[in-house]
């Protein structure tokens, strides 16, 4: 499965989607410019990001997967501790999130 996150054009974290099937974020696409597909390691977690990339660039929305290290980011977050999980996360970001995003979490905002 995925959990796809959508970024705002105006730079603020809009709602995240939690079912693909739940996708009603078509109008607002106008105001979104890049979609994070939080996945899941498995044939399921390939076949949404598969389908949910798919549907983004069709409305011209940029699609990125976060994909996590071993099966889901639940287990992830288990092994590795919060720290490292950020870590791993914030290479996959957009340079230009990683500054409005990872730090504002760091700061223990979140």
């Known amino acids: 499965m995925g959990l796809p996150i959508a970024f705002q054009a105006d730079d603020e974290l809009s709602d995240s989607l939690t079912y ?33 990339t798919e549907r983004a660039e069709a409305a011209g929305v940029e699609a990125l997967a976060l994909s996590p290290r071993m099966s889901d980011f639940n287990e992830d ?9 950020r870590a791993a996360l914030r290479i996959q970001l957009a340079s230009q999130d990683v500054v409005r995003f990872m730090l504002f979490a760091e700061a223990g905002a979140v």
Not at 25 to 36: D, H, I, M
Not at 79 to 85: E, N
Request: cysteine-free.
């Open 77 to 85: 977050l288990r092994a590795f501790g919060l720290g490292a999980l």
């Open 20 to 52: 693909s099937r739940d996708l009603k974020w078509l109008e607002v696409t106008r105001r979104l410019r890049r979609l994070y597909i939080a996945r899941d390691a498995d044939a399921a977690g390939d076949m949404a990001l598969a389908a949910l």
